[in-house]
């Protein structure tokens, strides 16, 4: 039998439905334990789960999924110490700070392997990687800023940071600075730095920039919480309204790109990466084909007209 356990919200906290685990060890009854914690803004982490939701109705064959979402650094902290005893493989899309590696190197030495979703962490405390480049992903949307702004004098891209650890954040912005350094220097870059990824930090921390009379011809957001750039964007009354580029499709920013108040949204296909988590897991169950370091899948460029066009793998 293959045990599914899934997650869903009540009001705003997202709890588990089944707090029970198998306590099978690895191949018993040909059952390999997934556990998977995602971390992240509630919109991008309703759409993760319910993509593995989506996923696990097709049939695991073999694999039994516990997928749960954390709403705070003690929270991931405290399901990993949990879920370590309860886990043959363990995934996790979340921060990569010093705490959480020091608490997954625990999976490493019981011989757990550790699968970074989305956001990559270091190469010393995961086994694999499965998401998009997100390096690349930066440097796409420095080039879509700079062939757009090119022949515009003493214009600026307002990037948006908020320092919490996440390491496809530091990729993206590593790449994107890059990129305009590179092949754009005339383009300068301001920062709009947050102390939360939450709609309302977002929002202050963009009008706070915005009202200084910058000419900013484009915003980046590389954080993935839109709503509260997008208010800002339309609270400031601009010359004209900068370019608006950020990452990952979810509830939240579907309505905000058809609206045209995102312009494009760089994003991963997430059955993409459950499929390819599914091959990670059978094989590092098997031990046929060990996964690589890096599972990559692409990464595409959404805008209101190909939204409905998109693939999914």
């Not at 059952?31 to 992240?40: L, M």
């Not at 929270?75 to 700070?97: P, Y």
């Not at 214009?155 to 530091?170: D, H, K, M, S, T």
């Not at 870059?189 to 484009?218: F, Y």
């Amino acid at each position: 039998m293959i045990y599914h356990n899934h997650s869903r919200i009540n009001g705003s906290n997202w709890i588990s439905e089944n707090a029970s685990f198998r306590s099978t060890p690895l191949g018993t009854n040909g059952t390999t334990r997934c556990s998977i914690v995602v971390q992240t803004n509630a919109a991008f982490a309703r759409s993760v789960l319910d993509a593995i939701r989506r996923f696990s109705k097709k049939g695991l064959h073999g694999i039994s999924i516990h997928a749960v979402a954390s709403q705070s650094d003690e929270q991931t902290l405290e399901l990993i110490g949990t879920l370590r005893h309860h886990s043959d493989v363990f995934a996790l899309l979340g921060k990569n700070t010093e705490r959480v590696k020091a608490a997954l190197l625990e999976f490493r030495s019981l011989g757990i392997p550790v699968i970074a979703l989305v956001s990559d962490l270091d190469a010393s405390v995961r086994t694999t990687y499965i998401g998009g480049d997100n390096r690349a992903a930066g440097q796409l949307a420095g080039f879509i800023f700079g062939r757009s702004l090119e022949r515009e004098l003493g214009v600026q891209v307002a990037i948006v940071a908020c320092n919490l650890g996440y390491r496809c954040w530091e990729d993206r912005e590593i790449g994107f600075r890059s990129l305009l350094k590179e092949r754009f220097p005339q383009i300068s870059i301001v920062e709009i730095t947050t102390e939360s990824d939450s709609p309302q930090a977002s929002c202050e921390a963009a009008l706070r920039m915005l009202s200084n009379g910058h000419a900013v011809g484009g915003i980046y957001n590389l954080v993935g919480e839109n709503l509260g750039l997008a208010q800002a964007i339309s609270k400031v009354q601009l010359p004209r309204r900068p370019v608006y580029i950020t990452h990952e499709l979810d509830e939240a920013a579907e309505p905000l790109l058809r609206a045209g108040a995102i312009d494009f949204l760089i994003t991963q296909n997430l059955e993409s990466i459950v499929n390819a988590m599914k091959r990670c897991v059978i094989a590092l169950r098997t031990g046929t084909d060990r996964p690589g370091e890096l599972n990559l899948v692409p990464i595409e460029l959404v805008s209101k007209f190909n939204l409905q066009s998109r693939t999914v793998l």
